[in-house]
């Protein structure tokens, strides 16, 4: 862990960074991927080979970083961190490639957006530790095999659905990450306000996990409001009447919706009379990207049961219009 000093000199980024589990044992939640996982590490290490590819893939802010981290810590073995937006081109990742050493995790996130020539070479690389590096142009070109150590690939996807087929079954395990439930939430919260230094009564923890969204990284996120909010404007004690105000500040209501949730709901209700409506029409509606409202919105609008994604496109359920403080849908005709 950190020293306190340091994360109190530091900015945000270090704080999230400060507040990452470092072993699977600090690792809260998650007990379906975290037994799996430990079966693939604990069977690959007795082998003595380094374990099969592993993708992640689930809503951001579950954890699948610092998974990825933890994987690399647990077989003690160097982690390179990448993305899929990164690798533009396949020498891009020729070059990773190239820099690893036996054993090492190659980490890449959102790796559904990998561009095609880099994918490809991604192909041979999991399935042989290859890659065929071209040279040259034109006629004269000319491929040379490239031998690459042995290594595992962890990739991290909010779209598992938007990956290739071929890509997909190059992964020995996938690990689907589910929402945090507001217990295991109080206990990253806990730990965290503890690196942090923060009074949190167990009233004030259980409220700000409870309107987390299911997600760590926004419970930590809440946390840091909420400290600001108990030093400027209280005794700097986080307490229940404290967390609640510094959450009306913060425009996260009751469930933990926070703007962008209640914007898509409201057009959705208001604008497209409950829907069904599509998915970009309604990102158009709030003025987001599609796949923010896709990958960051709607999960947890769909666990918390207030949207249901149809094939004719999204439709509002009885506890959204519920929840915006609006009658039942009229009966269509009616
Ligand atoms: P993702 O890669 O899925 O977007 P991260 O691994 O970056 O998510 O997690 C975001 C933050 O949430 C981390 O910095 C960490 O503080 C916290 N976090 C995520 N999962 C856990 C967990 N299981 N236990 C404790 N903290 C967690």
Redesign the pocket.
């Known amino acids: 862990e950190a020293p306190l000093s340091a994360v109190a000199q530091h900015g945000e980024r270090e704080v ?1 960074t400060a ?3 470092r072993t699977l044992a600090d ?4 007990p379906r991927v975290r037994e799996q996982l430990q079966l693939v590490l604990e069977s690959a290490r007795r082998r003595g080979v380094p374990p099969d590819h592993v993708l992640l893939s ?1 809503p ?8 990825a981290m933890i994987v690399a810590s647990e077989l003690d073995r160097a982690i390179r961190i990448t993305s899929g937006p990164a690798l533009e081109k396949a020498g891009d990742l020729a070059a990773m490639l190239s820099n690893l050493a036996e054993g090492d995790v190659l980490f890449i ?1 959102e790796i559904h957006r990998i561009a095609r020539p880099a994918e490809e070479m991604l192909y041979l690389a999991m399935e042989d530790f290859r890659v065929d590096v071209v040279v040259g142009k034109g006629p004269g070109a000319t491929s040379i095999p490239l031998e690459i150590p042995p290594f595992t690939l962890v990739g ?1 996807t909010t779209r598992s659905g938007a990956l290739t087929g071929p890509l997909r079954d190059r992964f020995g395990f996938t690990g689907q ?1 589910e929402f945090y439930s507001s217990g295991e939430l109080e206990q ?1 919260l806990a ?1 965290s306000a503890a690196i942090l230094d923060i009074a949190l009564d167990a009233e004030g923890r259980a409220e700000v996990a409870r309107r987390s969204r299911g997600t ?2 926004i419970a ?1 996120r809440l946390l840091r409001r909420v400290r600001d909010y108990a030093e400027v404007r209280a005794d700097g004690r986080a307490t229940l009447p404290v967390v609640r105000a510094a959450l009306e500040v913060y425009d996260v209501d009751e469930l933990g919706l926070d703007r962008l949730d209640r914007a898509v709901l409201g057009a959705l209700v208001r604008s497209f009379g409950g829907g069904p409506v599509g998915v970009s029409t309604l990102a158009v509606a709030v003025g987001e990207e599609p796949g923010t409202v896709e990958e960051v919105c709607e999960p947890y609008l769909v666990r918390a049961g207030m949207l249901a994604r149809t094939p004719r496109g999204r439709v509002a359920t009885g506890l959204a219009w519920e929840h915006l403080g609006l009658g039942p849908p009229a009966e269509p005709g009616g």
């Not at 690792?27 to 998650?30: A, C, I, L, N, R």
Request: proline share 12%; net charge positive.
């Open positions: 999230e507040l990452r589990p690792f809260v939640g998650q689930g951001p802010g579950l954890g699948k970083t610092s998974l996130d991290a990450m990253v730990r760590p990284r930590n």
